[in-house]
């Protein structure tokens, strides 16, 4: 790796705290939410559909009043 490389790599390693927040509250919801609409059960299409409605009014409610 050259210094761009090892420099980008420290950057991520020193916010990894704040970097892994989006991964766990999008990146598995989204992964979770294509295999519920994929399955044939629809109780689990609800529950992922209710997880993005929340999801949605918090980061609407952060963005606005905070």
Not at 20 to 31: D, T
Not at 52 to 63: A, D, K, N, P, R
């Amino acid at each position: 790796m050259g210094g761009g490389g090892l420099s980008f790599l420290k950057v991520v390693l020193k916010n990894f705290d704040i970097l892994s927040g989006p991964v766990v509250s999008l990146a598995y919801p989204l992964y979770a939410s294509i295999r519920a609409i994929e399955s044939k059960s629809p109780v689990d299409d609800q529950q992922w559909l209710t997880y993005w409605v929340l999801y949605s009014m918090i980061t609407l409610i952060e963005l606005t009043f905070a």
